[in-house]
């Protein structure tokens, strides 16, 4: 017996060591030599059908349900000096491999080191601290209240983890203009890309890369100095620049109170009246401002505040009622909630309002 451990021993020493396929091996040798045992002992029973591998399992993992066991003094001695130290030993081996596969894959999942398989995903480069933090959470919440299933990924180069494991995608690299590290965050798949860094260089340099890998994306660039989003739109006209506001709005605040609460409703999701958008469709016939100023607000208790004929770049703000909405244009409104399902047909059918 103390050499059937120490041999035990030895052979799992070794066996730590072994590679997915050797241990897949060895597992198979065992429930082969297993039965060939068996079958020179005389355990007809236990090798005759396919109980024998439910058997070697039960028995292996020292379960024992009793149901099936060995009746000839041979039979007994192979199970008790072979079946069960080995393939306990096996069996432990296996099940602590997967369990440290699966440790390993979910730590590299926190620690922003593998390759997402996203496609059409929201992808924010960059970090910021609690400013980014509220970002993914305002996407995310934007996501639970609208029809949008797509998925969110976080692309930084701080030394840090997943801050949301359990909702968001995360890539860690060590440049956002790298080939290799980019391509785990699927920056060609997706289809809105948002980029935020405290240093206004890296946006642009950034932003000029993600540009020229994916120019179908909806990309928004922050930046504090509103010359560089100058620049940027002169070289990359698709990329939606956002500015800072923060001085504007205290002004704004100043000479009109109220100004910064009204703003906040109008960019908080869950909190009174916000504002979204909808594309109107392309197939749908042209109508003006005013045939859906009226349907918006008899309907949904909605107000169009503006329409977009070709990008962000063409946005009109409080249009005229006569103005025309083309197929293809982004309308933008205020509501209560996303309006989703809209019937397009019924919206032309209802009267102008004048």
Not at 262 to 290: F, I, R
């Amino acid at each position: 017996m103390p050499i059937l451990l120490k041999l035990q021993k030895i052979l799992l020493k070794h066996f730590m060591d072994l590679r997915w396929h050797s241990i897949v091996l060895a597992i198979a040798f065992y429930v082969v030599f297993s039965w060939l045992l068996l079958s020179l002992s005389g355990e007809q029973a236990l090798v005759a059908n396919t109980d024998y591998f439910y058997w070697i399992m039960v028995t292996a993992s020292t379960v024992g349900y009793g149901d099936l066991s060995p009746t000839t003094p041979a039979g007994k001695a192979t199970v008790a000096f072979f079946v069960i130290p080995f393939g306990l030993g096996l069996f432990g081996l296996a099940v602590g491999r997967l369990a440290a596969f699966i440790s390993f894959q979910w730590r590299k999942g926190i620690q922003g080191l593998k390759h997402l398989d996203y496609d059409n995903h929201i992808l924010v480069i960059g970090w910021n601290g609690n400013r980014t933090l509220h970002l993914l959470q305002l996407l995310l919440r934007e996501r639970e209240y609208s029809h949008d299933d797509r998925k969110i990924a976080l692309c930084v180069r701080a030394e840090m983890e997943n801050p949301l494991p359990d909702q968001i995608g995360f890539v860690k690299v060590t440049s956002f203009t790298n080939d290799s590290d980019m391509q785990r965050a699927a920056l060609e798949r997706a289809s809105c890309i948002i980029i935020d860094n405290p240093d206004d260089d890296i946006t642009m340099t950034t932003a000029l890369y993600c540009y020229n890998k994916n120019p179908n994306a909806h990309t928004i660039a922050y930046f504090k100095n509103e010359q560089l989003s100058s620049i940027l739109r002169s070289h990359c006209p698709n990329v939606e620049c956002t500015p800072s506001v923060a001085v504007e709005m205290l002004a704004k605040s100043a000479v009109d109170p109220g100004s910064s609460a009204l703003h906040h409703q109008l960019l908080a999701v869950d909190e009174g009246m916000t504002q979204y958008s909808v594309k109107y469709p392309t197939n749908a016939a042209a109508t003006t401002v005013g045939q859906l100023f009226q349907w918006f607000k008899q309907q949904h208790a909605a107000t169009l505040i503006g329409i977009s004929h070709n990008g962000p770049g063409t946005m009109t703000l409080n249009p005229p009622l006569a103005d025309a909405i083309n197929p293809g244009s982004t309308i933008y409104y205020i509501a209560d909630e996303r309006i989703n399902d809209i019937d397009w047909s019924d919206a032309n059918r209802s009267p102008a309002y004048v």
